[in-house]
């Protein structure tokens, strides 16, 4: 029903930074928790920061607290990770997610996913 698209991964080196996007499409008539979740080579999807509907509450993973920031456009749709003095192994696909209802989640319990959009940091 909601379809998610990631972009703005790219390859920057140790201590840049880059913004990543998450349009959601499709069933857009509701705003839903949103949450990033990246996934390295060979490891689990884990999470890095998720959001309530109307962006009051946020969450970060210890790993990127301080370096990261999630924000959210409810009018243009859109779900942003800023991240900032990114570190190799910050290196990984990056997804969007969405989920039904209201509460805020840091697990892999959501309904909806883009396709992950790659972050590579180099040293």
């Known amino acids: 029903q909601v379809l998610l698209v990631e972009s703005g991964g790219g390859l920057v080196q140790a201590g840049g930074s880059l913004r990543l996007s998450c349009v959601a499409s499709g069933r857009t008539d509701s705003t839903y928790p949103m949450g990033w979740f990246r996934q390295a080579p060979g490891k689990e999807r884990v999470f890095v920061a998720a959001i309530s509907r109307n962006g009051g509450s946020t969450y970060y993973d210890d790993s990127v607290k301080g370096r990261f920031t999630i924000s959210r456009d409810n009018i243009k749709n859109t779900v942003y990770l800023q991240m900032n003095s990114l570190r190799p192994e910050d290196t990984a696909v990056y997804y969007c997610?969405?989920?039904?209802?209201?509460?805020?989640?840091?697990?892999?319990?959501?309904?909806?996913w883009g396709q992950g959009t790659q972050v590579t940091v180099s040293s």
């Open positions: 997610a969405a989920r039904q209802g209201i509460a805020v989640l840091t697990t892999t319990q959501y309904d909806y």
